[in-house]
Structure formats: structure tokens, C-alpha cells
């Protein structure tokens, strides 16, 4: 990999990475050795002191990843490593290099990002996209910038005007419509496809039957909180009627999910959901099998069916739902694990339940937000678009 600055020297590189060996349970392993490459040592040190206050771990996760991105970048556009705090100019260059006109560029070979930057982060594998990226990416990454320059103590030129004009001019140039995280949701009918697809009494499928099903019912729980689920998150409840017009009637059996810290609460907030019903059932069922009472309630299993101790990971939960999708004669490449995600929301749409009563149970924060989660396939079921027909 050729980024146009000579490598660290061995005693370097190999304090950077004991130094990242603390956040081995943040950072994949096998990306410690190429960020102890990359970043400097002040770059590890801000790292570390994050790590140190407390910022949840995927949102760690995704600022070091940013941060090497940045890095090697800067490193492949200038031949220098990164500035702090970068002046405007490079933050104009970085937009630049990644939001760009891709007609403009069949006559303008110099428009955008330079063959020889990309060839080198191709190299990284950092880059895998030929074309300008995608808007939400890039301010992403320059979020990640600004926290990690203001966590320096340092002041950034992010809130610049022609920062901010280059953005928007770059962004209507780049005309990149905007992807869903899952091309298609995991509405009701898919999930009980799945179930049925993982209706066996293998102990995987025990498991699978109730990670799928309580990620949904809980109101489309990201794959990050479904792995990090614990069992002293999961509390008893008082039956409920299965009819909440006749209280006195026949009794279903209710558990509340403590949520802690997630992408939109704190781990000192009370924020929690239900499960009510065959959810409750199949995630005692999974629980009782297992022999699980404390610590991670999904888990690994071997090629041999033995139970691990090690939680499961937002990947292999992802991988999971794929992987049952094929099983269900589904194409995999068109569901991810974020569709159970849009699927509750859409669903509860199709059952015409209220919006504010779907965010209370998926915990979205904001109107807009959530609305967006609505399957645009619905739309085809809808008259809006059938007046004249």
C-alpha cells in the first residue's frame, strides 16, 4: 500500500498498535495492524481518551474507521498526514474528491477524485466505489472530523460558508439518488416466511426462530442492540389481556426490553419496549433450551451445534437474516437486516396503527424520520398514483 509517505518504523507501528490493543473490543483485530499504520500517535491517543469517556462503541467503531479513511486519504492527496485542525481549503478538496459530476467527468478527466488518489485507496481497500459516493457518506465522515477535531480541544473550519456551498453544489452535481440500508422490509409476510424457514428443532434454529422474531416485535431493533442484548435487560411483566377491550378475559404473556444506550437514547434513560405474545413464548423457548440466565442472550453456535459464550456480532446477525432469506427462496441481495427495521414500521402502517404509536415501539425520535421507514413499494397498493389508470 503506497501512500506516498514512508511507513512508520517498526518500534512505532508496534506502540501504536498495543496502544489499540485496549479498544480490542471495539476495532476488528484483523484492522488493528492497518490503523496502527495509518493513524499517528496523537490519532490513537484521542482514540483511547474517547474510549475513556464512555462514547458507545459503535459510535467509537465508526469514528476510527472514519478516521483511517481520512488519513489515508490525506495521505494519498497531499503526501502529508492529516492537520489538525484541517483548514478549509482540504476539507473543500475532500468533497471534492468524493462528490463529483460523473458527466462532467467523461469529458473532464481531471474532474473529481485523481487515478492515482483512488488507485491508492483501492490498494487500502478503502474504496470500493468507481462513481462519486454518496452524500450521506461524506457527511458522515466530515461529522467525524468535527467530533474528532473538537475532541482535541480545536476549533475546525466545518461550519464555513464555502464549505457549506461546495456541498450543495457538489451534492446537486453528483445527482446520486439515495439507497435504502435494505432494498426491500421484512414486513409480516416475509417474517413468517423466515420463521417457517427456520422451523426446525436444531438448536440454531431455536435461536433464529427468536432473534428474528423479537428484532421485529420489539419494534425493528437495529442489529447492533439485537447482538448487545443481555438478559438482565429482559423484564418480567404482568400478563395483559389479549383483548384490551375485555381487561378481565382471556391473558397474554408481556416482557419489557430495558433498552440502555442506543443510536437515539442514553444508558441512564428508561427507555424500554414490549414484547407481548408469541414473541414472549419463543424467546423463553430459546432461552430455556440454551440454558441462557445472564449475560449476552444471542450467542454463537458451532458447526457442532455447541452453544459459545461470546455474544453474537451485528454482522453475523445480518448474515443470519440472509442467510434464512435464502432459505425461504428469497434473494438475499435484496434484504438486509435493517429491513426489519422499515419492515415493523411499514407493517404497522398496513394495519393502519398510528404513527406515534409505531415510534413509541420502535423509539424513532422524529417524525420525519420514522415516516421515512415507510416501504415506497406500499405506495404501488395506494390510489395517490392511480387517478387516471
Not at 455447541?306 to 443470519?320: D, F, G, S, W, Y
Request: a positive charge.
Amino acid at each position: 500500500m503506497d501512500l506516498r509517505l514512508p511507513k512508520p518504523v517498526p518500534d512505532q507501528k508496534l506502540r501504536r498498535a498495543e496502544a489499540l490493543d485496549a479498544l480490542d473490543s471495539v476495532l476488528p483485530f484483523n484492522r488493528r495492524d492497518f490503523l496502527a499504520e495509518i493513524l499517528t500517535d496523537d490519532d490513537v491517543a484521542t482514540l483511547r481518551h474517547l474510549a475513556n469517556e464512555g462514547i458507545g462503541e459503535n459510535s467509537l467503531r465508526a469514528l476510527a474507521s472514519d478516521l483511517g479513511y481520512l488519513e489515508a486519504w490525506c495521505l494519498a492527496a497531499t503526501g502529508f498526514a492529516l492537520p489538525w485542525p484541517a483548514p478549509e481549503a482540504l476539507l473543500i478538496k475532500f468533497v471534492a474528491h468524493h462528490l463529483w459530476d460523473p458527466v462532467r467527468r467523461e469529458a473532464d478527466p481531471a474532474h473529481g477524485m485523481p487515478e492515482d488518489v483512488a488507485v491508492a485507496l483501492k490498494l487500502a481497500k478503502l474504496l470500493r466505489v468507481d462513481g462519486p459516493h454518496a452524500p450521506a457518506t461524506v457527511r458522515r465522515r466530515l461529522s467525524s472530523w468535527s467530533t474528532l477535531t473538537k475532541w482535541r480541544g480545536l476549533k475546525g473550519k466545518f461550519n464555513a460558508p464555502g464549505l457549506h456551498g461546495a456541498i450543495k453544489l457538489a451534492v446537486r452535481a453528483s445527482a446520486r439518488p439515495r439507497g435504502r440500508k435494505s432494498k426491500k422490509a421484512v414486513t409480516a409476510d416475509i417474517l413468517t416466511a423466515l420463521l417457517k424457514a427456520c422451523a426446525g428443532d436444531r438448536l440454531v434454529d431455536v435461536r433464529d426462530r427468536a432473534l428474528l422474531i423479537t428484532a421485529f416485535a420489539s419494534g425493528g431493533r437495529r442489529r447492533s442492540e439485537i447482538s448487545a442484548l443481555r438478559v438482565e435487560q429482559i423484564v418480567e411483566e404482568e400478563p395483559v389481556p389479549t383483548d384490551p377491550k375485555a381487561p378481565h378475559g382471556e391473558k397474554l404473556p408481556c416482557l419489557s426490553i430495558r433498552l440502555g444506550r442506543t443510536k437515539t437514547t442514553q444508558a441512564d434513560s428508561d427507555a424500554f419496549v414490549l414484547l407481548i405474545g408469541r414473541p414472549v413464548r419463543v424467546l423463553r423457548e430459546w432461552l430455556e433450551r440454551a440454558n441462557i440466565s445472564e449475560g449476552a442472550v444471542f450467542r454463537g453456535i458451532d458447526r457442532w451445534g455447541n452453544l459459545e459464550k461470546r455474544a453474537l456480532t451485528p454482522q453475523a446477525v445480518n448474515l443470519i437474516l440472509k442467510r434464512r432469506i435464502a432459505e425461504a427462496g428469497l434473494d438475499p441481495q435484496a434484504f438486509s437486516a435493517h429491513g426489519l427495521r422499515s419492515g415493523y414500521l411499514t407493517e404497522t402502517a398496513r394495519r393502519g396503527i398510528p404513527l406515534p404509536e409505531a415510534m413509541q415501539q420502535s423509539q424513532h425520535h422524529s417524525v420525519q424520520q420514522a415516516s421515512n421507514y415507510y416501504n415506497d413499494a406500499e405506495r404501488t397498493l395506494g390510489r395517490a398514483a392511480r387517478v387516471i389508470i
